[in-house]
């Protein structure tokens, strides 16, 4: 069982071959009736549309890392590259039709937060974190690719684009580093559903500002989240990373030495056990796969000298089953309520 974002996904997507983007673009021409205009095409009776787009909203022009991108119609097919994108999409009222794999867990049905907005329906998986199958995605006639959550590169958009329209990932903030609010606008306003983006996020942060007030006492403390994914090895997440940012928003404040450590453009920082001192701070999460990995963590001697271990004030939240972990790795307007209402009883009985 993978335990996917613990750690920064893959930077490096390998780029396509001229045969590959030769294929695509034969395929997208046949699929699509030619080049990017798909307002003319023929999708058929599947749509992966939901609730309908504000009146009069197209067309709009969304900015992204590679430029921006203009969207005539409300879209109809769409794929989401991002590894958490097809949430923010859900919420709107839509079911994307293709959508890439987290680190191997299928993105529909297996998450309590997105049972009932799939239903019965299943996107076709197109790839997996930044490495798409182009033939894939083209087979089944987009007229909308999101990639916000990802790291996609500038080949990989390129040859997108030969056949659809394309909202990469938001520009001003690194891969895999923007905020989730950030990245709902992006997806609301590629929907034509700006309003219905800003009263999720809206109530998401009410959701917040809820817990903060309730729990004063977390703006005093100091939090990391951790991870370990073999003896020796230990990983602690940035600021920019989804899981430090859940718990900055509910109150806490963010170890800052973390992000000193990353390697630059990541979103973890890989620690030695003799570096371990950097979570010695007034409550430790650590994101694990179980119980074997709890054991290993503990048994370190020089965890054990941690100041944070023998005040007890370290906690170990699984990754699944149940699925707490899964819900602030992704931290999206989907996921948020339910990592809200498991992780509060959890670390506020941590004394």
Known sequence: MSTGTRRAPARIAGLVTRTVVAAVAALALTACGGGTDNSSSDKGDSSSAGA????????VTVAHKYGSTTIDEEPKRIVTLGLSDQDAVL???AKPVGAVDWFKEKPYGKWPWTRDPWGSDTPEIVGERDEYNMEKIAALQPDLVIAQYSGMKKEQYDTLSRFTKVVAQPKDHPDYGAPWQVMTRQIGKALGKDEQAEKLISDIGDRF??????HPEFAELTLAVADSFEAGKYSAFTTNDPKAIFFKEL??????QIDKLAKPGWNVAELSAEKLSVLDVDRLVWVTSGTDANDRIKA???YRKLKVVQDERDLFVPYQDPDIGAAFSFNT???IPYAIDEITPLITAVE
């Open 91 to 93: 919420a709107l009222g």
């Open 251 to 256: 109150g806490f404040k963010l170890e800052p």
């Open 52 to 59: 309908g787009a504000q009146s009069g909203a197209f067309p």
């Open 300 to 302: 370190e001697p020089l």
């Open 333 to 335: 307007v989907l996921s």
């Open 209 to 214: 500002g809820q817990v903060r007030d309730k």
